[in-house]
């Protein structure tokens, strides 16, 4: 029995696995689409592109193959009664499901394993060839009675083109590379070809001129000076020009500041690196408070911090500093003031209003730029901890889908013993119900762990956590057998009839 199990649900999940992997990479694909068509990349490039993407969306694919191949095994037991005599013979659900579960629970450990050691590397791959492909230039496509400018330095016009789209009539070639001045090429017909490398650009021109405008001389003074144009016509000229603008540059840029690039232990020692530089940030604002505070004779005990998380530190001085604001900012200003001026020179002081108002702006000015300096670190700190937030959710996600893949099981499993259609077409539909439900958890987790509306365990786990009420619900009605929607219309009935009864009952005073 349990070797039956097996051989139907594993070639179903391997089917699976592969027709949601291809349906998510070439949903991926198309998505990037727009920014690397026309780049002439190649097979090769495309082929690296496409298994790139392929191993970014594996960790994706494994938990919709799982829920579809549980309905469709279990679905096609219950639909043809083989479940039914396993159950007549005193198997129990748990029994049944012992061994598919045992072999999902190891899918799942090897997929854990992949986000933490194999996928960041994919990620980090991926990252710096799609950035490399949206920064290379166009290809080149020359079209008759279009300006050609994807190379730069250089105008390609074409009146037409001829059968073998290499000879060509009608040729203008505008230079912009030199330093003496513009060059403009125009020939009557051409032979247009790359080398065998794709280096060089070559043209086989015939029959046509060279006009040269040269630039003024920058050193001449003499606003009159005219400019000097040069004319020479040719027979047969060739001109080379290089493509190397054109082709894939491998960039040198690595996205170590990138959460999703870094494996298990490199995102825990990131996560303990953010959170020093928080705490190191929440210092820095308590010191600067403190620092002015004892330098205008404020007492220190007013920008005291609380017994606050160290992610908060920054946040009660932020909120401190609102005593140098409004109606606070005259008992700092008097104290200010007192500070800068003797008390035996009081009097005087008050006899010279310029004196007293220069010593108010210049303790106004010293406000302002402490507010400035506390906004910024303020400002900072949230960009940091937004980081922190992403590289935690980043963390906890990898745990969410690696036990999504287990409560998919749960859930299909016991789902299609009770609706008893093993289709493709029914598990699908049923299945788009779920995975739309976990993509817009996922999402909404997502945006408020960055957000830091939520904790970051709470957004990873979010659909896990709501799919999982399903689990128990279905195990339980596939545990005692009865149908998903059975309502005991009797009982209802016997129900209302009690409660109307009661209510009848009670003696009504008036």
Not at 49 to 70: E, R
Not at 218 to 242: C, E, G, V, W
Request: glycine share 4%.
């Amino acid at each position: 029995m349990d070797k039956l199990l097996l051989r139907s649900f594993i070639p179903t999940f391997v089917l699976l696995l592969a027709l949601v992997l291809f349906v998510l990479v070439i949903q991926m694909f198309f998505v990037l689409f727009s920014n690397i068509a026309g780049k002439g990349l190649g097979v090769l490039v495309y082929t690296k592109l496409l298994f790139y993407i392929g191993l970014h969306v594996f960790p994706n694919a494994f938990p919709i193959a799982a829920l579809i191949a549980s309905l469709i095994v279990f679905g096609n037991l219950s639909e043809s009664f083989e479940f039914t005599a396993m159950r007549s013979v005193g198997l129990s659900l748990q029994r049944i499901l012992c061994f598919p579960f045992v072999f999902v629970l190891f899918l799942s450990g090897v997929l854990l394993y992949f986000q933490d050691y194999i996928h960041p590397t994919t990620n980090h791959k991926i990252f710096s060839l799609i950035i490399d492909v949206m920064n290379k230039k166009s290809a080149l496509f020359i079209q008759q009675g279009v300006i050609c400018n994807n190379i730069p330095g250089y105008s390609i016009h074409v009146n037409k083109k001829l059968g073998d789209n290499e000879h060509m009539e009608g040729i203008i070639v505008y230079d912009y590379t030199k330093t003496y001045g513009t060059i403009a090429t125009i020939a009557e017909k051409g032979k247009l070809y790359t080398t065998p490398d794709e280096a060089y650009l070559v043209m086989e021109l015939s029959n046509g001129c060279n006009y040269v405008e040269k630039l003024p001389d920058k050193k001449s003074s003499n606003s009159d000076q005219k400019q000097t144009f040069y004319r020479k016509k040719f027979l047969k000229q060739k001109i080379r020009i290089s493509l190397e603008a054109l082709k894939l540059r491998k960039s040198d840029e690595k996205y170590t500041s990138e959460p999703r690039t870094r494996d298990h232990l490199q995102l825990k020692k990131l996560i303990q690196e953010i959170e020093q530089k928080i705490v190191e940030e929440g210092n820095d604002s308590h010191n600067l408070l403190v620092q002015q505070a004892s330098r205008y004779g404020i007492s220190e005990n007013t920008f005291k911090p609380s017994n606050a998380d160290n992610g908060d530190q920054l946040q009660s001085s932020f909120e401190s500093s609102t005593l140098l604001q409004d109606a606070d900012f005259i008992a700092f200003r008097n104290q200010l003031i007192e500070s800068k001026t003797p008390s035996n020179l009081e009097k005087k002081c008050q006899q010279y209003g310029d004196t007293l108002q220069w010593i108010t702006q210049r303790a106004l000015r010293t406000v302002e730029k402490i507010k400035t300096t506390l906004t910024m670190q303020h400002e900072h700190v949230l960009a940091v901890k937004q980081y922190l937030n992403q590289a935690l959710f980043e963390k906890e996600r990898r745990f969410a889908i690696a036990m999504r893949c287990v409560i998919m099981f749960l859930l299909a499993a016991p789902l299609g013993c009770i609706i008893r259609r093993g289709g493709f077409g029914v598990s699908v539909m049923i299945s788009f119900v779920f995975i739309l439900l976990e993509y817009i958890l996922t999402t909404l987790g997502e945006t408020w762990a960055i957000a830091n509306t939520l904790s970051p365990f709470i957004c990873a786990w979010l659909a896990n956590f709501t799919v999982l009420p399903f689990c128990f619900l279905f195990l339980i009605k596939a545990q005692r057998g009865t149908s998903l929607f059975t309502i005991d219309w009797q009982l209802v009935y016997l129900r209302i009839k009690k409660i109307i009864q009661r209510r009848i009952s009670i003696p009504l005073f008036i």
